[in-house]
């Protein structure tokens, strides 16, 4: 949820490998193989005799050439830069292609921002041979999967999972017998069944992790055959699903984090009498369901194992106001009413801390708790996720929590290890302070607390990450927090303008959506419109007009809403015209569809004209090859908000 007030090539890499190479023209090691070159010695031979015959090649003693990088150098640069990137960086020459396709590079591979298909997965497949670590979005990647034949692939996650069915996901299990690691979700996997996760236990006997969202049911075979073939199995995940056996969940002895958030029609009588005897159940997540305080008691109370019982927003439990966690002793219940930090705080640490950064104090401490290695990790995983529900769907009461706990949660889950942790608590703030997104309305109080609790910095330091999930996700919280003026001052204040504009240049069309939005909603302010030009923004929103003009409405929409904005300053208004604003600007009026990109359109033009008497503005307007028939066409449109 976003809210607004209402050419196209790599990004240039250039810059990034020249201030490397210049970084490294006093290395000890560098200087060392010119040293030795100059003196008729062998270069130090490099794993890929390819850099050492591009090396002797040089000609000037003492002159360092990026091709005489150390290899791990090389490797450490492109280790730093987007798939994309990395990939255009790779084609430069033989060398720098052998060690873009090290093994290291391609461990792990993020797919979710980029279409990917049959064909791209098979011109991938030849550097995926040792890929461990795979995500992708929506059901046409998870049939190309298969194609990039990642026979050591060991995680799996996937969202946008609606269209995935079970034959899909039977052939990407068959195919992936190590597999460790299975999570699809938030969104509903509406189409995958019992049958599916049955033929994941037959195909996958490793598998320590599944994570399903919204399966219609889960049976007692499904579960059982989990049981029965995968004795590693020790996370599940049935979130937000509709019927899940509670009495064969009770057989898998294995499992020691168990979650069933949000899944409806649980037979808490059952469950209370029978999880409990879980001899390895150390987590266990009951969010958003209707859990009794007498099932919550008895599951406390009698599981010897159990240490930590998450249940926030249950509302049956929550309506008890005589029931009490402080009695049970080494077990910690998290719920709106109890204090979230001061129990982490005494759980994992027993000390007197208090504070809101548990999660961070814990990750630099040298703690040997191997309970607690492992608690850690899916405390944050499961928060991230009920945090993220909850603020998606709002609820009367919960204002106090979110102001009080529920912000700085989601600040401390940004600083988790876990990128997916990370990515939904930016998420989770750029939702929960939204109160309506129609009128671009948010909870000041919601806002102003992130503020106070240094969420602009954390997020600015997000939107700096070269992982494109993070970029997008971190932009669009600050897009939708800088409604509110005293943040919107804090982002500039903190240098978001400058990162934001260079956000604005993205390659990736999610990236440069969010981060046109943020300039849009910064550009509501007069103060800030001179920053926004000063940082390149004009320019960058004016090129996603061109870059993306075939691509949808929301990205076009808030480029064209934040130059209308800079329009209608007389100094920005110049920047928009000599930028090639009003041809990209009548562009949009005359073959956009979309209402809200037209209304925007307009309005910019009316704001570059309206300056005529103080520059050129207005003639350039008037001689724009049909921006006067625009204008007059979009004056009988029948949307209000165009005319």
Same mark, same amino acid.
């Given at each position: *949820?976003?809210?607004?007030?209402?050419?196209?090539?790599?990004?240039?890499?250039?810059?990034?490998?020249?201030?490397?190479?210049?970084?490294?023209?006093?290395?000890?090691?560098?200087?060392?193989?010119?040293?030795?070159?100059? #003196?008729?010695?062998?270069?130090?031979?490099?794993?890929?005799?390819?850099?050492?015959?591009?090396?002797?090649?040089?000609?000037?003693?003492?002159?360092?050439?990026?091709?005489?990088?150390?290899?791990?150098?090389?490797?450490?640069?492109?280790?730093?830069?987007?798939?994309?990137?990395?990939?255009?960086?790779?084609?430069? =020459?033989?060398?720098?292609?052998?060690?873009?396709?090290?093994?290291?590079?391609?461990?792990?591979?993020?797919?979710?921002? +980029?279409?990917?298909?049959? &064909? *791209?997965?098979s011109s991938l497949a030849?550097?995926?041979?040792?890929?461990?670590?795979?995500?992708?979005?929506?059901?046409?990647?998870?049939?190309?999967?298969? +194609?990039?034949?990642?026979?050591?692939?060991?995680?799996?996650?996937?969202?946008?999972?609606?269209?995935?069915?079970?034959?899909?996901?039977?052939?990407?299990?068959?195919?992936h017998e190590l597999l460790?690691?299975?999570?699809? $979700?938030?969104?509903?996997?509406?189409?995958?069944?019992?049958?599916?996760?049955?033929?994941?236990?037959?195909?996958?006997?490793?598998?320590?992790?599944?994570?399903? %969202?919204?399966?219609?049911?889960?049976?007692?075979?499904?579960?059982?055959?989990?049981?029965?073939? =995968?004795?590693?199995?020790?996370?599940?995940?049935?979130?937000?699903?509709?019927?899940?056996?509670?009495?064969?969940? $009770?057989?898998?002895?294995?499992?020691?984090?168990?979650?069933?958030?949000?899944?409806?029609?649980?037979?808490? $009588?059952?469950?209370?009498?029978?999880?409990?005897?879980?001899?390895?159940?150390?987590?266990?997540?009951?969010?958003?369901?209707?859990?009794?305080?007498?099932?919550?008691?008895?599951?406390?109370?009698?599981?010897? %194992?159990?240490?930590?019982?998450?249940?926030? &927003?249950?509302?049956?439990?929550?309506?008890?106001?005589?029931?009490?966690?402080?009695?049970?002793?080494?077990?910690?219940?998290?719920?709106?009413?109890?204090?979230?930090?001061?129990?982490?705080? %005494?759980?994992?640490?027993?000390?007197?801390?208090?504070?809101?950064?548990?999660?961070?104090?814990?990750?630099?401490?040298?703690?040997?708790?191997?309970?607690?290695?492992?608690?850690?990790?899916?405390?944050?995983? *499961?928060?991230?996720?009920?945090?993220?529900?909850?603020?998606?769907?709002?609820?009367?009461?919960?204002?106090?929590?979110?102001?009080?706990?529920?912000?700085?949660?989601?600040?401390?889950?940004?600083?988790?290890?876990?990128?997916?942790?990370?990515?939904?608590?930016?998420?989770?703030?750029?939702?929960?302070?939204?109160?309506?997104?129609?009128?671009?309305?948010?909870?000041c109080g919601r806002a102003?607390?992130?503020?106070?609790?240094?969420?602009?910095?954390?997020?600015?330091?997000?939107?700096?990450?070269?992982?494109?999930?993070?970029?997008?996700?971190?932009?669009?919280?600050?897009?939708?927090?800088?409604?509110?003026?005293?943040?919107?001052?804090?982002?500039?204040?903190?240098?978001?303008?400058?990162?934001?504009?260079?956000?604005?240049?993205?390659?990736?069309?999610?990236?440069?959506?969010?981060?046109?939005?943020?300039?849009?909603?910064?550009?509501?302010?007069?103060?800030?419109?001179?920053?926004?030009?000063?940082?390149?923004?004009?320019?960058?929103?004016?090129?996603?007009?061109?870059?993306?003009?075939?691509?949808?409405?929301?990205?076009?929409?808030?480029?064209? $809403?934040?130059?209308?904005?800079?329009?209608?300053?007389? #100094?920005? %208004?110049?920047?928009?015209?000599?930028?090639?604003?009003?041809?990209?600007?009548? *562009?949009?009026?005359?073959?956009?569809?979309?209402?809200?990109?037209?209304?925007?359109?307009?309005?910019?033009?009316?704001?570059?004209?309206?300056?005529?008497?103080?520059?050129?503005?207005?003639?350039?307007?008037?001689?724009?090859?049909?921006?006067?028939?625009?204008?007059?066409?979009?004056?009988?449109?029948?949307?209000?908000?165009?005319?």
């Amino acid at each position: *949820m976003s809210v607004q007030h209402k050419s196209d090539g790599p990004i240039c890499v250039v810059g990034v490998y020249v201030a490397v190479i210049y970084s490294f023209e006093m290395s000890r090691r560098v200087r060392r193989k010119v040293a030795r070159k100059s #003196k008729g010695n062998d270069v130090v031979a490099s794993s890929c005799p390819e850099i050492r015959d591009e090396v002797l090649d040089l000609e000037l003693p003492g002159t360092v050439d990026w091709r005489s990088l150390p290899d791990d150098t090389v490797i450490q640069l492109l280790s730093c830069l987007s798939y994309r990137d990395r990939a255009s960086l790779s084609s430069t =020459c033989r060398t720098w292609r052998t060690l873009g396709s090290s093994q290291c590079l391609w461990n792990t591979l993020d797919l979710r921002s +980029h279409r990917f298909d049959a &064909n *791209m997965a098979s011109s991938l497949a030849p550097r995926c041979v040792h890929l461990q670590k795979l995500r992708f979005r929506g059901a046409e990647s998870a049939d190309a999967i298969i +194609h990039l034949r990642a026979r050591n692939l060991c995680e799996l996650s996937g969202d946008y999972c609606r269209k995935i069915t079970d034959a899909t996901l039977s052939v990407i299990a068959a195919r992936h017998e190590l597999l460790e690691s299975l999570q699809l $979700g938030p969104d509903f996997c509406e189409r995958i069944s019992s049958d599916a996760i049955k033929a994941i236990a037959h195909c996958c006997p490793r598998l320590s992790k599944l994570r399903l %969202s919204g399966i219609r049911d889960v049976n007692a075979d499904a579960i059982n055959a989990l049981a029965k073939h =995968c004795p590693k199995l020790t996370d599940i995940g049935f979130i937000d699903c509709l019927n899940v056996d509670e009495l064969a969940l $009770g057989n898998v002895m294995s499992v020691h984090f168990l979650s069933v958030a949000g899944t409806s029609s649980m037979k808490w $009588g059952v469950v209370s009498h029978l999880w409990h005897k879980l001899p390895n159940l150390i987590g266990l997540d009951v969010s958003r369901t209707d859990i009794s305080p007498s099932a919550v008691a008895r599951l406390l109370s009698l599981s010897q %194992s159990l240490r930590v019982l998450c249940a926030l &927003n249950c509302p049956i439990l929550e309506e008890d106001t005589s029931f009490s966690a402080s009695k049970y002793k080494n077990k910690l219940l998290i719920s709106l009413f109890t204090n979230i930090f001061e129990g982490l705080a %005494s759980l994992f640490f027993d000390s007197t801390k208090k504070g809101k950064n548990v999660f961070l104090d814990w990750r630099s401490s040298k703690n040997n708790d191997k309970d607690l290695n492992e608690i850690i990790p899916w405390l944050e995983w *499961m928060l991230s996720h009920t945090l993220l529900r909850s603020a998606e769907s709002p609820q009367q009461g919960l204002d106090n929590f979110w102001v009080e706990q529920g912000g700085a949660l989601l600040l401390s889950l940004m600083q988790s290890s876990q990128e997916d942790v990370q990515e939904r608590a930016a998420t989770g703030l750029a939702t929960f302070v939204v109160i309506d997104d129609e009128n671009a309305s948010i909870d000041c109080g919601r806002a102003e607390a992130v503020m106070r609790d240094g969420g602009i910095r954390l997020l600015l330091g997000l939107a700096k990450s070269w992982r494109e999930g993070l970029q997008s996700e971190a932009a669009k919280a600050i897009a939708n927090l800088s409604v509110n003026a005293n943040v919107a001052k804090a982002v500039a204040e903190e240098g978001g303008i400058e990162i934001l504009a260079g956000l604005a240049r993205s390659m990736n069309k999610l990236v440069a959506e969010e981060a046109a939005g943020g300039l849009w909603n910064l550009s509501v302010g007069e103060e800030h419109k001179g920053a926004i030009a000063e940082a390149g923004g004009i320019k960058a929103l004016v090129d996603l007009i061109f870059k993306w003009s075939s691509s949808g409405d929301g990205v076009l929409e808030r480029a064209a $809403g934040a130059l209308a904005n800079l329009a209608a300053d007389d #100094k920005c %208004s110049t920047e928009v015209a000599l930028a090639g604003g009003v041809h990209a600007l009548v *562009m949009l009026a005359r073959n956009c569809k979309f209402e809200g990109v037209q209304e925007q359109a307009a309005r910019a033009l009316a704001n570059l004209a309206a300056h005529g008497d103080s520059n050129s503005n207005n003639a350039a307007v008037g001689q724009e090859a049909g921006a006067l028939e625009a204008l007059v066409q979009l004056t009988r449109s029948p949307h209000e908000g165009v005319r």
